[in-house]
C-alpha cells in the first residue's frame, strides 16, 4: 500500500513555456500533498503544502504565481511550473500524507529548462 | 539556520560492517521523525519514530530516538552494497504536518 505515482518522470522543454507535474496517491486518499525541490547532493527543500479544496501554501520565498498548485481531489495534486527557465531546472518530488501523518513519496519527475 | 543536522555527511565501509548514523535536531514538542533511503529516485520510507526508547526494526536496519537528548540513530548491520544510499531522516515541525529534512548522510558500502 501507500503508493504515489508522479508523471512525467521525466521532460525536457524550452524556456518560457509551462510544465504541469502530476502527483497521484494509488491506494489511499491524500487529504494534504507537498511538493519539494532537490538540488544535485542536497537535502529536499520543501515548497508548497497542498491541501484538497483549498489553496496550497507556499514556503517561503518560493513564488506562488510561478509555481501553481491544485489540489483538485483527494488523490490528485499538480504542480505547474509556469513560463519556465532554465534555473528552474531541479528534481521535483511530491509526498502525500498517510493516516500516521507519515509521508510517502513519488518518484520525482526530473524537469530541464533549455 | 539548520534545525535537524546529520552526521557523518559521508561513509564508506566494507560488506558486512555495521553503520550507525545520526539524526540530531533542534525541533521540540514534535510529533514524529522519520527516517528515508533514498537510492537515485525518489526517498523511500524506512521508519516512523514517536516514541523515545522504543527500537523500530526491520530486517538488519533499526533505529531509536531520543526526546531528551534530541536525537535519532539508525543503525545498519552486516552492510551490503545495496544499502549504499542518501539515509535522510525528517522531523514533524510542531503544530503542522510538515517535515523538516536534515542535509543526509551519504553511504558508500564497498564489495
Known amino acids: 500500500g501507500a503508493v504515489v505515482s508522479q508523471h512525467p518522470s521525466r521532460v525536457i522543454c524550452k524556456s518560457g513555456t509551462s510544465v504541469k507535474i502530476e502527483c497521484r496517491s494509488l491506494d489511499f486518499q491524500a487529504t494534504t500533498m507537498f511538493w519539494y525541490r532537490q538540488f544535485p547532493k542536497k537535502s529536499l527543500m520543501l515548497m508548497a503544502t497542498s491541501n484538497e479544496g483549498s489553496k496550497a501554501t507556499y514556503e517561503q520565498g518560493v513564488e506562488k504565481d510561478k509555481f501553481l498548485i491544485n489540489h483538485a481531489s483527494l488523490t490528485l495534486s499538480t504542480l505547474t511550473v509556469t513560463s519556465a527557465h532554465p534555473e528552474d531546472s531541479s528534481f521535483y518530488i511530491c509526498?502525500?500524507?498517510?493516516?500516521?501523518?507519515?509521508?510517502?513519496f513519488g518518484p520525482g519527475t526530473r524537469l530541464t529548462v533549455l | 539556520e539548520d534545525k535537524v543536522v546529520q552526521s557523518p555527511l559521508s561513509l564508506v565501509v566494507h560488506e558486512g560492517d555495521t553503520v550507525t548514523l545520526n539524526c540530531s535536531y533542534e525541533?521540540?514538542?514534535?510529533?514524529?521523525l522519520l527516517w528515508y533511503k533514498q537510492e537515485k529516485k525518489a526517498p523511500t520510507f524506512l521508519f516512523m519514530l514517536?516514541?523515545?526508547?522504543i527500537e523500530k526494526k526491520s530486517g538488519r536496519l533499526s533505529s531509536i530516538l531520543d526526546k531528551k537528548e534530541l536525537f535519532s540513530i539508525l543503525n545498519i548491520t552486516a552492510t551490503q552494497t545495496g544499502d549504499s544510499a542518501i539515509y535522510l531522516c525528517a522531523v514533524e515541525e510542531p503544530g503542522t504536518y510538515k517535515y523538516i529534512f536534515g542535509t543526509g548522510t551519504r553511504l558508500k558500502v564497498l564489495a
Open positions: 514517536t516514541s523515545s526508547g
Open positions: 525541533v521540540t514538542n514534535f510529533r514524529s
Open positions: 509526498s502525500a500524507r498517510g493516516l500516521a501523518n507519515e509521508q510517502f
